[in-house]
Structure formats: structure tokens, C-alpha cells
Nanobody
């Protein structure tokens, strides 16, 4: 059974940084595609970043490119989202997603999700 567990959310001021982690059990990172999505109150779930293991490439939404960095910790089977230069519009619930068959930016096609971790950014 697959479990994804996020941690690291919190409150920061604009310009600050946060580091989100997602621990994975049930499959190894090398065999899966991982992604982060976020959802602000009253808004639809938004894609943030996806890691494409087959081609060793990571893709980012325009809104976070250059500020966020998505990495893997294969030794601990976890993924990390380093978020720098945070803006008030980055405030949301952040979700880790993973799938062994799908790799892209469509939330509806990822089969495994964490419970989410909240990020608050004050101006």
C-alpha cells in the first residue's frame, strides 16, 4: 500500500523560505513520477512541479520557476520542495502526489496523494 506523508509547512513572511518534505512508502522513487500541487481556499488545485525520473528532468509552473526547487532524497525515499522568495500568492495547502504509470501535470491522473501541509505567507 502506498503512503505519502508531507511535512514542513508553516507560516513565513513574504520573501522567506520553507522546505516541504514528502516521505514515500509503497514504492521507490526511482520507479515513480512525483509532483507537488497546491490549493488555495476557494481555488482549484494547481500544479506546481513534477519530477520526470526517466529523463532526469524537473518541470515547474511559471509562477514558481526560479524560486522553488524540487529534489529527491533516494536514501530516505522522500522528495523535497525548497521554496524561496515566497509571495503571499504562494499561500495554499500543498500536496505531494506520486504515480508509477503517469507523469505530467494533471492532478486527476495521479493515483497517490498525501494529506497536505499548509503554507501561509504574510505580506
Amino acid at each position: 500500500q502506498v503512503h505519502l506523508t508531507e511535512s514542513g509547512g508553516g507560516s513565513v513572511q513574504a520573501g522567506g523560505s520553507l522546505r516541504l518534505s514528502c516521505g514515500v512508502s509503497g514504492f521507490t522513487l526511482r520507479s515513480a513520477c512525483m509532483a507537488w500541487f497546491r490549493q488555495a481556499p476557494g481555488k482549484e488545485r494547481e500544479w506546481v512541479t513534477t519530477m520526470f525520473p526517466a529523463i532526469d528532468m524537473t518541470s515547474y509552473a511559471d509562477s514558481v520557476r526560479g524560486r522553488f526547487n524540487f529534489s529527491q532524497d533516494n536514501a530516505n525515499n522522500m522528495v523535497i520542495l525548497q521554496m524561496d522568495s515566497l509571495k503571499p500568492e504562494d499561500a495554499a495547502m500543498y500536496y505531494c502526489a506520486g504515480d508509477k504509470s503517469y507523469c505530467g501535470n494533471d492532478a486527476g491522473k495521479f493515483r497517490n496523494w498525501g494529506q497536505g501541509t499548509r503554507v501561509t505567507v504574510s505580506s
